[in-house]
DNA sequence: GCGACCATGTAATCTGTTACATGATTAC
DNA sequence: GTAATCATGTAACAGATTACATGGTCGC
């Protein structure tokens, strides 16, 4: 999914900035599936703009004036709904994880390493998990986007439990100072 | 993770051709949490090679002569165990998901699309665990190897449940026919 | 006044994907 | 003999990441 649909996604919401787009991606509905920084956001928002399918609002006194607030247009939703509906260029995405990699190959790490990695997925996994109970106490929230939030719900609940569980396991099986062992 | 790296994990447990290295993304151990098309490894093993991270396997007369068999080498295996022990680029990768941002927005697609995108992620879950009770039957499994094949089965597991019990409630909500609802 | 946050953008680089191009071996 | 699988590679293109560069507003 490139920056261009992830932006017409977030705008078929409400008009929104860049800035905004991008706090979409960082804290909040999206926060837990998809991603992007400023260098894909304002390009892919000036090719959609182009491309006629998002237009910026009509500048008023009350915002700043350098202060770009872009709407979907009914051609981008359009656009939107059509790549939603494409036949999937699929591929597994869940999990395509640098955690899991490192992990892996905790026999040529020490173990103070993987304890400090545990613990900065954990600390990530609770941001992650706050995140997404904020968004569940919102009233007005549409059935795919509570279907997406309780999934991530699930599946983040379920990571944190199986870290949780099976860490001492793994450690009793890894010796303390190894660091370089094939 | 870029592909050196990830080639370099996978030459660290045995010798390989950029074949088997693709099956072990496609179908082997690695293949839950990551991987790399032919374009991304044949190149990563001639710059792995020119840096001399790995080598090839002097050709013995039962292998066919144009099958390039690569090795870790010592220089190699300390690459990647400072890779690994690095202060880590995080960003959290679990669920970078295009499924998930396509039932997001499950208002917009009509209720037979959604359907198949559903039946299609059930069977990918099914394949995966399949691959992975193979990796668990082995014996000779590492500790970091048997952790991760369990996280990943315990996660597939429960993104799989999830799907079971919820997809009636999200079509009770969403309207069959409705395609390009805003 | 200062630090945190809002806000936009460009340019270089890196890297991955896709399609192409080729051919050997094995099992039926 | 023919289809599936093994096996290697290149080239063009698309795309993202990173760092850079700039400046306004708000609360303390």
């Given at each position: 999914?490139?920056?261009?649909t ?69 051609a ?13 260029p ?49 009233n ?14 699930t599946?983040?609940?379920a ?24």
């Amino acid at each position: 999914m490139d920056a261009k649909t992830l932006c017409l996604g977030v705008l078929s919401r409400e008009p929104a900035t860049g800035y905004d787009i991008r706090k979409a991606f960082q804290n909040g509905p999206f926060s837990h599936f998809c991603g992007a920084g400023f260098g894909s956001i304002y390009p892919a928002l000036r090719k959609l703009s182009e491309d006629g399918l998002i237009e910026e609002c009509p500048s008023s006194p009350d915002v700043r004036e350098n202060k770009k607030i872009f709407s979907i247009t009914p051609a981008g939703r359009k656009a939107l709904c059509d790549e939603l509906a494409n036949p999937a260029p699929l591929g597994f995405e869940i999990m395509r994880s640098e955690f899991m990699f490192r992990v892996f190959f905790a026999h040529m790490m020490p173990q103070d390493r993987i304890q400090a990695l545990f613990n900065e997925r954990k600390a990530l996994y609770h941001d992650k998990l706050d995140i997404i109970d904020n968004l569940l106490k919102k009233n007005s929230i549409l059935p795919g986007e509570k279907f997406i939030a309780e999934m991530g719900k699930t599946l983040i609940t379920a990571a944190l439990q199986f870290l949780e569980k099976n860490t001492e396991t793994l450690f009793a099986l890894t010796s303390p100072e190894i660091g370089q062992q094939p």
